[in-house]
C-alpha cells in the first residue's frame, strides 16, 4: 500500500515543482515519502505531526474552526502542512519561487486521492 502513496506523492512533485513530500500519520509517523537527501523523514514526519496538532489548537482556542492548512515561509522556500481527515498529514516543501496558486490547486488534488486511498 505504501508503494500506492508514494506513487502519489511522486505524481505530485512532478505536476507541482515541488521538492519534497511527506505523508504522516496523525501520530508522527511517515506513511510514504519523497523527500530531498537533505531532508529526514522520520524529523519531518515528527514536526509535521506536532505542528499540525499545535496550529488545530490555536484555531480551536481563537474560534476560526477548523484548520486546513498550515504555511511556513522560510528565506528559501515553504513548508506547507495539510490535514487529510483526521488520519493524515499531507507535508510539502517547495522552493522560494514555487508558483502557489499552481502548487495550493495540486496540493488540493493530491489530498482528494490520498483521501480516497486512506479510506
Known amino acids: 500500500m505504501a508503494v ?14 515541488a521538492e519534497g513530500a511527506v505523508l504522516v500519520s496523525v501520530d ?14 522520520d524529523r519531518v514526519a515528527a514536526m509535521g505531526a506536532a505542528i499540525l ?3 488545530e489548537r490555536v484555531t480551536s482556542e481563537l474560534n476560526k474552526g477548523n484548520l486546513e492548512q498550515l504555511y511556513i515561509k522560510g528565506s528559501t522556500g515553504y513548508v506547507i502542512f495539510t490535514g487529510i481527515k483526521d488520519v493524515a498529514v499531507l507535508g510539502v516543501l517547495a ?8 502548487l495550493l490547486m495540486e496540493i488540493h488534488r493530491t489530498v482528494k486521492k490520498l ?5
Open 115 to 119: 483521501e480516497q486511498e486512506l479510506k
Open 28 to 41: 508522527g509517523l511517515a506513511i510514504a515519502s519523497v523527500l530531498p537527501s537533505t531532508a529526514d523523514e
Open 53 to 55: 496538532s499545535l496550529g
Open 95 to 102: 522552493p522560494v519561487n514555487a508558483k502557489l496558486g499552481l
Open 4 to 17: 500506492k502513496y508514494t506513487e502519489i506523492l511522486e505524481e505530485f512533485i512532478r505536476d507541482s515543482g
